[in-house]
C-alpha cells in the first residue's frame, strides 16, 4: 500500500487558501500509483479559535465535497484531516475520510481538547471513540486527533476491532516534539499496528508546529520521517507485517479486560 503524507502550514482563518494548497499538492504528487493520501489537522481554519464560531463548516457541508472530489479525479482514499465543523448546535474538531470513489467511510469528533491550545474555551468534545473501517483495499484502519495520541485507552478499540492502521491527524507543538515521537511508537507497538501520523508545520502566529510527520511500523521502528519544513512523505507499508506481529506478540489474545480498571484523580 502506497501512502502519501502531505505536511504543510495550516494558515489560520484561511480555508480557501488551505484548499487551494491541498489541490495543488494533489496536482504535484499524487498520481495512479498512490492508495491512500493523509492531511493534517483542521486545515480549513487552522487554530484561529476565536473566529471559528462564524467560519467553522457546517456538517461538512464545504470540507466533505472538496474531499470526496479528490478522491474522485485521482482515485484514492483520502483520509481528510480533521476541520472545524459544526453539528448539532455544537463546534467540533471532526475528522473524517472518503474511499476512492468518494464516499464518506469515517466521522470522529475529538474526543480530548488540548488545554495547552485553549480548545477547551472555543470547542465541544466529542463523546463517541474512534472506530474500525475499510479502505478501498478492504485493510480495516482508523483516525484519530491529535492531543487523543496521549490516551491509549482511545487506539485500542478500533486495534481490537481489527483495524491494522491506525492514522493519526495532528497539529503538534514543536516544544512536545520528543512526546510525539515516542508516543506514536508506543502507539504502534502496544497495538501491534503501522501508526500513520500527519503533522503540520511553520508558525500561526502564536504556535510553532513540528512538522516530523512519519509512518511507524507494527514494531515501533520509525520507518520514514520528515522535518520540520512543509514536504510530502510517500511510504510503501506490506499489511501482512501486522498479522505476522499479532502472531509473534499475541497482545489482544492476552488482554484481560475483566480485571482492569479505571480511578478518578481525587
Not at 484531516?81 to 472518503?98: D, I, P, W, Y
Not at 491494522?164 to 511508537?185: C, D, G, K, S
Not at 502472531?247 to 481525587?266: E, G, H, L, S
Request: proline share 5%; charged share 20%.
Amino acid at each position: 500500500m502506497k501512502i502519501q503524507l502531505f505536511q504543510f502550514k495550516v494558515e489560520p482563518a484561511q480555508a480557501d487558501q488551505n484548499k487551494a494548497k491541498i489541490e495543488a499538492l494533489f496536482e504535484k504528487h499524487v498520481d495512479d500509483t498512490v492508495d491512500v493520501v493523509v492531511l493534517p489537522e483542521m486545515w480549513n481554519n487552522g487554530y484561529a479559535l476565536p473566529s471559528l464560531n462564524e467560519l467553522a463548516d457546517h456538517k461538512l457541508e464545504d470540507s466533505l465535497p472538496f474531499i470526496q472530489s479528490l478522491a474522485q479525479k485521482y482515485h484514492v482514499d483520502i483520509i481528510g484531516g480533521s476541520v472545524s465543523n459544526h453539528h448539532e448546535q455544537q463546534l467540533f474538531n471532526t475528522a473524517f475520510a472518503v474511499n476512492q470513489n468518494g464516499e464518506q467511510v469515517y466521522e470522529y469528533n475529538k474526543i480530548h481538547l488540548v488545554p495547552m491550545l485553549d480548545e477547551p474555551t472555543y470547542l465541544d468534545g466529542g463523546n463517541k471513540v474512534p472506530y474500525s473501517f475499510k479502505l478501498s483495499s478492504g485493510t480495516d484502519v482508523s483516525q484519530i486527533i491529535c492531543y487523543d495520541l496521549r490516551f491509549p485507552e482511545i487506539s485500542r478499540y478500533p486495534a481490537a476491532s481489527g483495524s491494522e492502521i491506525l492514522f493519526y491527524v495532528a497539529q503538534w507543538p514543536t516544544p512536545r516534539l520528543n512526546h510525539w515521537r515516542a508516543l506514536l511508537q508506543a502507539r504502534a507497538i502496544e497495538n501491534d499496528a503501522f501508526v500513520v501520523a500527519t503533522n503540520s508545520c511553520g508558525n500561526d502566529g502564536k504556535t510553532d508546529y513540528a512538522g516530523h510527520s512519519m509512518v511507524v511500523s507494527p514494531n515501533g521502528e520509525i520507518i520514514e520521517e520528515a522535518d520540520e519544513q512543509e514536504s510530502v512523505l510517500t511510504v510503501t507499508i506490506d499489511t501482512s507485517e501486522v498479522s505476522k506481529q499479532r502472531q509473534a506478540i499475541p497482545v489482544f489474545d492476552n488482554m484481560r479486560p475483566d480485571t482492569y480498571r479505571y480511578a478518578q484523580r481525587k
